[in-house]
């Protein structure tokens, strides 16, 4: 069984088991709790770096990143430093973070949040909405054209945005109306080899209507650069930051310096 194949396996039971304890009529009380902040991709479009930064302890790839960090310190940081956005993985298991993670960072910053989940059942959509979130993930390695829209649908139903995932070409099959951005993961879910080139490769093949995103495995200003000018517009990067015992201050220094090289072209 591939990384891939367990997470799904692992998150269905965890669905089972938490929908028990906190019913779905519960969660869906909080659609008319007011998150009021930018839309996420209007913060993006707005700002002049597009960066997401990404709150991620651990992950199944590299282990341990950064354990001790907690997010209500990060999350004002990475807002001061010139991110546009922010992620925040609330996965256990696999990524060691939590829904918590989500509502401090929330609770700490003004930045819209994406909620960093593998969402494979409605009850998880209803939850980012309770726990703050303004957009959602969808992963397009482990949806079908069915799937993919009743959970983008269900998403901009309650006021939130879908950033649909894809790895390969012919996951823009999965493509639909309700969904408001197209991120192209650099990083091969299912064997964690990373190719920054895969952006590069699939950038021209996006919708235009779609906002672009790059993710995965961007490590430097120059390759942030090269991507901005194929056109991407969302840059999701986690572990250049979080690797650091201060991952805001690094973010600081990263947006100044792309800062300085977009003027500058
Ligand atoms: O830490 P990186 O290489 O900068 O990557 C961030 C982000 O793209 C990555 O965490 C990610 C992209 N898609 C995902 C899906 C699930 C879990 C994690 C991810």
Redesign the pocket.
């Known amino acids: 069984m591939n990384i891939l194949d367990k997470i799904v396996a692992h998150k269905r039971k965890e669905v089972e088991e938490r929908a028990e304890r906190v019913p779905l009529k519960q969660l869906e009380y909080y659609r008319h709790y007011d998150i009021s902040r930018p839309s996420f991709s209007k913060a993006i479009r707005e700002s002049d770096t597009g960066i997401i930064a990404?709150f991620?302890r651990r992950?199944p790839s590299?282990g341990d990143i950064n354990p001790g960090a907690v997010a209500a310190k990060v999350a004002p940081g990475y807002e001061n430093a010139g991110a546009a956005c922010m992620?925040v993985?609330t996965?256990s298991e696999f990524?060691g973070g939590n829904n918590d993670d989500l509502t401090s960072a929330r609770d700490a910053c003004s930045l819209p949040i994406i909620r960093?989940?593998?969402i494979i059942d409605p009850y998880q959509i209803y939850e980012a909405r309770a726990i703050g979130a303004s957009a959602i993930?969808l992963?397009g390695a482990i949806l079908d054209r069915r799937q993919t829209l009743d959970l983008a649908t269900l998403a901009n139903s309650l006021g939130l945005e879908v950033l649909f995932?894809i790895h390969e070409e012919k996951e823009l099959d999965l493509l639909n109306s309700f969904i408001q951005l197209v991120?192209i993961?650099?990083?091969n879910?299912k064997t964690f080899e990373?190719d920054i080139d895969q952006s590069m490769r699939l950038a021209a093949r996006l919708p235009k209507e779609m906002l672009a995103v790059a993710?995965?495995?961007?490590?430097s200003p120059d390759e942030y650069i090269a991507l901005r000018e194929a056109g991407f517009k969302g840059f999701?990067?986690?572990?250049?930051f979080?690797k650091h015992s201060d991952p805001a201050a690094v973010c600081r220094d990263f947006c100044e310096t792309v800062r300085s090289k977009i003027t500058i072209a």
């Open positions: 990404e991620k992950s590299k992620s993985l996965d990524f960093k989940e593998f993930l992963i995932e991120g993961n650099n990083r879910l990373v993710e995965s495995g961007i490590s999701l990067m986690g572990e250049y979080m």
